[in-house]
């Protein structure tokens, strides 16, 4: 079954979310999902729509849109809230759990709460003075009647395969478990981020890898999926990446400029492919697991070093930038160190062959083809470890690059 779907009758800005819920969904068409990210009321500039309501007003604009969004919805359907837990805390008895002035629950027919899942997300901010960095947001997942849920459609890899009853589930053709209610390794969309809103850019975007793991989860092809606080209309790009009807309304006019193209939707063509058991995981970002390879730190340095002939000399240095990093960061920073077991790294610098090793130098700057192998050794740790050698390398190949590129892994 292919559907025509337009940017005309499924995008809205500038429209009050609640009002376009009520009026503006196509005719017969009920979301079996709402997911959002409702602004968060802290200042955030969205451009003519003020971020920085009195809390009472704040709580009555999203009761007022979330109580249209259940009225709007299928029967049978889910509604995925993502926020800061502390806000989503302030607004549970007046927007997540609603009560009435005497504190008992409504008598009017509203989403039931499903469960609290917590994103946690890579950040390299440094913390306050007072309290730790903040690398998480909640997603409260409600529901209204009974929606069909599929938390196996997509799974994680097992983290013990050599288990044996984990042997048995994988030679019956299983993948891996299902995702546990923290959900970790999606990045926050930061300004490097391929799916981010750069012309213009746009505050608080939610990841699309993100959005379309609930997508997966909750919905079949053709479905639709409705975020009543559009922003960039991610979520509708994404619906309709994953053959799903994607519908957006934001109250901010200027975002129309994210409404996507309209396109043709083949429902037919995207069922079959939907019905496989996917992994929501990057394996190139999925960490090495040494335990798992049989590997202890020392061979598995050992094994690095043993095959920098099969690199360019650039990428020889970046790597052995990195084991000396790590070594020196575990030797002198972990708290748990006298159980890590100690690495002899001018040991496993040995296993550089003695050419390569003054091919590396030669290119760090230094001439050194007449000392021993361990003075070789010493002098590449010195100049790769001191962060102050950054004139050191050929004007071709400056150590600040070394250092950016190293760096750059872990941002």
């Known amino acids: 079954m292919a559907v025509q779907w337009s940017s ?5 800005s500038g429209i009050d979310s609640a009002l376009g819920l009520k009026k503006l969904i196509p005719k017969g068409e009920k979301p079996k999902l709402i997911l959002t990210d409702p602004p968060y009321n802290l200042g955030f500039d969205y451009g003519s729509v003020n971020d920085s309501l009195d809390i009472k007003d704040y709580h009555k604009m999203l009761l007022k849109v979330f109580d249209s969004a259940y009225e709007a919805a299928d029967e049978d359907s889910h509604f995925f809230i993502i926020n800061y837990p502390e806000i989503i805390s302030r607004m549970w008895d007046d927007v997540i759990e609603p009560k ?4 008992k629950p409504r008598k009017k027919e509203y989403w039931k709460f499903h469960q609290w899942i917590t994103w946690c997300y890579p950040n390299n901010w440094p913390p306050q003075k007072n309290r730790f960095t903040r690398a998480s947001r909640a997603i409260i997942w409600m529901t209204k009647g009974k929606p069909k849920i599929e938390l196996k459609k997509i799974v994680q890899p097992y983290k013990n395969p050599w288990d044996k009853r984990v042997k048995e589930l994988m030679q019956e053709g299983k993948r891996g478990p299902a995702f546990y209610d923290w959900w970790d390794r999606i990045d926050i969309c930061k300004n490097v981020s391929e799916d981010k809103s750069k012309e213009p850019p746009y505050s608080n975007q939610m990841p699309e890898l993100l959005l379309k793991r609930i997508i ?14 559009a922003g960039t209309f991610s979520t509708v790009k994404s619906a309709l990446e994953l053959g799903r009807l994607g519908w957006g309304c934001d109250l901010n006019e200027e975002t129309k400029i994210y409404h996507p193209k309209s396109q043709q939707m083949d429902y037919d063509s995207v069922a079959p492919s939907d019905l496989v058991q996917k992994f929501d995981i990057d394996w190139m970002k999925e960490p090495f697991d040494i335990s798992r390879a049989g590997l202890s730190p020392d061979k598995f340095y050992k094994s690095l070093v043993a095959n920098l002939s099969i690199y360019p000399v650039k990428q020889r240095i970046l790597l052995l930038s990195e084991i000396i990093r790590l070594h020196n960061y575990s030797d002198e920073w972990n708290t748990n160190s006298i159980t890590i077991e100690k690495i002899d790294i001018i040991d496993i610098l040995r296993q550089i062959p003695h050419l390569q090793l003054d091919e590396i130098l030669l290119q760090l700057g230094h001439e050194a083809s007449e000392i021993s192998n361990d003075m070789k050794i010493n002098l590449l740790i010195d100049t790769i470890s001191n962060a102050t050698a950054k004139s050191s390398l050929d004007s071709n190949f400056d150590s600040q690059t070394v250092l950016d590129s190293v760096e750059g892994l872990y941002l």
Do not use: N, Q, W
């Open 100 to 103: 009435t002035l005497t504190g």
């Open 216 to 229: 997966h989860i909750t919905t079949s092809p053709g479905d639709l999926v409705a975020d009543p606080f």
């Open 8 to 12: 005309e009758k499924y995008c809205h």
